[in-house]
Each structure stands twice: as structure tokens, then as C-alpha cells.
């Protein structure tokens, strides 16, 4: 059975740093496309990064954190993670991994001013 868990959110002020994890049960990452979304407070669910492709290292980033967010893998490839630097408030929100259909339930990052 597939899992998903992410892990590393929390509270930070302004121009702070994250690292979040997406870490996989039952599968791994090797072939897979593996997507970041988050949820921010009375917006829809959008797209923040994605990492894959056919080497299962290339990544896309949305405009709103390219330069601020970085994609990685562990060497096994069952984990994902998502360093976040310079956070804003707009940062804030629940952050999800996807990953071939399947869902984690997410972790909460808040950012303060």
C-alpha cells in the first residue's frame, strides 16, 4: 500500500527557512513525478514545484517561489524534499505531496510578520 508523509512544517517570521519532506511507503520516487501543492487559507490548492522527469531529477518550479524553493531527493529516492528559504507570509498554508495519484496529508507552515 502507498503512503505518503510529510513532515518538517512549522512557525517561522519573515525571511525564515523550512525544509519539508514527502517520505514514501510501498514505492519510490525513481519513475515517478512527484508534485508539491499548497493550500493557503481561502485560496484553492495550487502548484508550488514538481520533480521527475525521464532522469527523475528535473524540476519545475511555480513563479511565486522559483528562486526561493529547492527540490531534492534522498540517494534511495523515497524521499522528497522541499528546502524553503526567504519565507513570506503568503507562504503560508498546508503543503502536500502528490505523487501518482496518491496524497499525503499534508503539514502546516505558518510565517509571520
Known amino acids: 500500500q502507498v503512503q505518503l508523509v510529510e513532515s518538517g512544517g512549522g512557525s517561522v517570521q519573515t525571511g525564515g527557512s523550512l525544509t519539508l519532506s514527502c517520505e514514501a511507503t510501498?514505492?519510490?520516487?525513481?519513475?515517478?513525478?512527484v508534485d508539491w501543492y499548497r493550500q493557503s487559507p481561502g485560496k484553492q490548492r495550487e502548484l508550488v514545484a514538481v520533480i521527475g522527469g525521464i532522469d527523475g531529477y528535473s524540476t519545475h518550479y511555480s513563479d511565486f517561489v522559483k528562486g526561493r524553493f529547492t527540490l531534492s531527493k534522498n540517494k534511495a529516492e523515497t524521499v522528497v524534499y522541499l528546502q524553503m528559504n526567504n519565507l513570506t507570509p503568503e507562504d503560508t498554508g498546508v503543503y502536500y505531496c502528490?505523487?501518482?495519484?496518491?496524497w499525503g496529508r499534508g503539514t502546516q507552515v505558518t510565517v509571520s510578520s
Open positions: 502528490k505523487d501518482e495519484g496518491h
Open positions: 510501498g514505492t519510490t520516487f525513481k519513475r515517478n513525478t
